[in-house]
């Protein structure tokens, strides 16, 4: 009986060798791989950041898509292409788009950038696959202090500007520690008449959907979110905000990632401190008071 | 013009450029040893206590930044707020911290209702003594078990979310958000109610004492340990004191060390703000004097005392 069951474990094991060696090459997320079954988005994921020691920092991003089946061959295939836009922060500086170099590490794809100054960048990544265009973008302020522009990038390419349609963060003041219960404001730059709404994802899972007007703008107010509460000050989690567009070219995804933290001073309350504070203080001055009633007698 | 005055108008300036400096462009550092809150948006320059405290620019860093550049910058901070404290000693507390201002307005306004005084008995006051000093621990303790312990980071900032100036600062730029209660979890929540509780007392209890909070200062420690290093010295001629006591009658901490001390020249003690009341009110000539290095700025004399306290007003002064 014994026996039974370990040859029926090895043959498993040996279908599930058999099964993993051939999977990358074959399927597309499960699908057989045929040119025609492309995935239905792609998105920037954050990954770790590095604390370089000349002071600047390093921000990882991973290029993504749904059921992380997206390897090198593949990406390659798709013609990935990603640039970023930066621009110095304090004191304001020109904005300035820079191509990125795409690495992979086990076959997964992901970017490095590397910046020595207060900097906001915005990250543009673009592929294709048949007929159908894919977009991901990204905005984060990164706080490097060695006071080097970028050590990691290629030179600046004037006129770089990111193929349309692509979701577009407004810039604003609060964006450089995004948090939840912000408003973010959106536009759907160079989209066609009607995209539809934009569906709000995390870890993959739809968790809404936000509708445009018809010029494309949209605003989104991540809800607050227990978890980030109660975790470290500076705990983040990933919302994607995903667009798709049937276009007479084929269709168009394009994504944005968020980057939120737990809300600062959306918790507050300011009656409650005002009314302790009043309170404690009148109870101060009474208890003076009254001591120096009670040395009177 | 008095000393009173000329003190006056100093910590009035320094109120301006380090509350709303910051709006003009002026920024003194991240490493002034006064109480001018980084809480104040737009404020001229930040309180050292801060920068101890943070993960970037003080302790709470882990070790692998403190062998990085960012380690250097951390002692950059600390080198440029000994400079300064050594530079100006004691002067900074009584002549530019901003939340030192506001106490002396508080007493101005008792003075003005002509509510008395609330005396501190010396043994009270000794007693109270040690809390600065818990105070200095815990905010140098929480950040080193924040960066290796593994402590939450709610923890951040120990001292500045207790500080009585966090929420009261803030409001002289309109900002009222630091005396919210932040419900976000219960680490916050309990910070807040103590920050905005300990507020409250304090500033009833600055109404009532003249300096109350400085009793409780930290910063006051830090200041005094390079004390030996600076070229401010407030000194005392020990042979020519009469032992009248105005300088302890007229001290607004009631420091009793400057009548008392019969044989070293330095008169400097933990708890002096080099108000100089003490010196104006020295009616001996050259017994108490501030200097620079070896030069006098400022000595005690007979006539200085004849012409600004005149004996109708000496009469009302308080006894002991």
Same mark, same amino acid.
């Given at each position: ?6 040859? @029926?474990?090895? @043959? /498993? ?21 045929v040119d025609s079954l492309c ?31 997206l390897n090198e061959p593949r ?29 992979? *590490? ?7 950038? *590397? ?10 990544? +673009? ?8 977009? +991901? ?45 912000q408003t973010f404001r959106f ?6 008449? *009607? ?25 989104? @107010? ?37 980057? /939120? ?37 | ?6 003190? $006056?108008?100093? !910590? ?11 709006? #003009?462009?002026?920024? $003194?550092?991240?490493? &002034? ?69 506001? =106490?002396?307005? #508080?007493?101005?306004?008792? !003075? ?23 105070? &200095? ?6 950040? $080193? ?15 500045? !979310? ?26 916050? #929540? ?12 304090? $500033? ?32 005392? !001629? ?35 703000? &080099?108000? &100089? ?6 009616? =001996? ?36």
């Amino acid at each position: 009986m014994i026996r039974l069951q370990r040859d @029926i474990l090895k @043959i /498993l094991a040996a279908f599930l060798v058999l099964a993993g060696a051939l999977c990358p090459g074959a399927c597309w997320c499960g699908q057989p791989a045929v040119d025609s079954l492309c995935p239905g988005y792609i998105w920037i994921a954050y990954g770790p950041r590095i604390k370089e020691k000349d002071g600047s920092l390093t921000q990882r991003f991973y290029i993504q898509a749904p059921d992380g089946c997206l390897n090198e061959p593949r990406a390659k295939k798709m013609n990935l292409t990603a640039f970023y836009l930066s621009r110095r922060a304090r004191p304001m500086g020109p904005r300035l788009g820079r191509p990125l170099a795409i690495k992979y *590490n086990r076959g997964a794809p992901y970017l490095d950038i *590397n910046t020595g100054r207060f900097t906001r960048i915005e990250l543009h990544v +673009a592929a294709t696959c048949g007929k159908q265009r894919y977009r +991901a973008a990204t905005v984060i302020f990164m706080f490097g202090k060695s006071g080097k522009e970028t050590t990691n990038s290629l030179p600046p390419s004037p006129g770089l500007r990111p193929p349309q349609p692509y979701i577009h963060l407004r810039p604003d003041r609060g964006h450089y520690w995004m948090q939840t219960g912000q408003t973010f404001r959106f536009v759907y730059q160079g989209g066609g008449q *009607n995209p539809g709404a934009a569906r709000v994802m995390e870890n993959q899972r739809t968790m809404g959907s936000v509708a445009l007007d018809p010029q494309g703008a949209f605003s989104y @107010i991540p809800p607050h979110d227990p978890r980030l509460d109660r975790a470290e000050p500076g705990a983040f989690k990933q919302t994607v905000l995903l667009l798709t567009e049937p276009t007479p070219q084929g269709m168009v995804a394009s994504t944005f990632t968020l980057l /939120l933290h737990r809300s600062r001073h959306g918790h507050d309350h300011l009656p409650a401190g005002l009314a302790l504070f009043v309170l404690v203080g009148l109870g101060v001055l009474w208890g003076v008071l009254r001591k120096r009633k009670r040395s009177l007698f | 013009m008095t000393v009173k005055a000329l003190r $006056l108008i100093t !910590q009035h300036t320094m109120f301006l450029v380090l509350t709303y400096g910051g709006r #003009l462009g002026i920024s $003194l550092g991240v490493a &002034l040893p006064c109480f001018s809150c980084p809480y104040v948006s737009g404020c001229g320059g930040y309180c050292y206590l801060m920068a101890l405290q943070r993960k970037g620019w003080g302790l709470a860093m882990p070790l692998a930044d403190m062998v990085s550049s960012r380690g250097l910058e951390a002692l950059c901070y600390l080198g440029l707020f000994a400079l300064l404290a050594a530079l100006f000693n004691k002067l900074w507390c009584g002549w530019i911290c901003p939340f030192g201002l506001v =106490q002396d307005w #508080l007493t101005m306004l008792r !003075q003005r209702l002509g509510i008395r005084e609330a005396r501190l008995s010396w043994r009270n006051r000794e007693r109270l003594k040690p809390i600065k000093y818990i105070l &200095l621990a815990y905010l140098v303790v929480v950040p $080193l078990l924040i960066a290796h312990a593994g402590l939450s980071g709610d923890f951040g900032l120990p001292f500045c !979310q207790i500080c009585p100036a966090k929420p009261i600062m803030p409001l002289f730029a309109g900002i009222t958000r630091h005396m919210a209660l932040d419900f976000t979890n219960t680490v916050t #929540l309990v910070f807040s109610i103590l920050s905005v509780g300990i507020a409250g007392g304090m $500033l009833a209890g600055m109404f009532y004492k003249e300096r109350f909070f400085c009793i409780f200062c930290p910063m006051l420690i830090l200041i005094h340990v390079l004390k030996k290093i600076s070229p401010i010295r407030f000194e005392k !001629q020990v042979d020519g004191c009469l032992g009248c006591g105005n300088c302890h009658r007229m001290c607004p901490v009631d420091i009793r060390d400057v009548q008392e001390q019969k044989t070293k020249k330095d008169v400097l003690s933990e708890d002096c703000m &080099l108000c &100089l009341t003490c010196v104006e009110s020295c009616p =001996q000539d050259k017994v108490l004097s501030l200097k620079f290095l070896k030069w006098p700025l400022f000595t005690s004399s007979g006539g200085y005392v004849a012409r600004h306290f005149p004996m109708k007003k000496r009469a009302h002064a308080p006894d002991e």
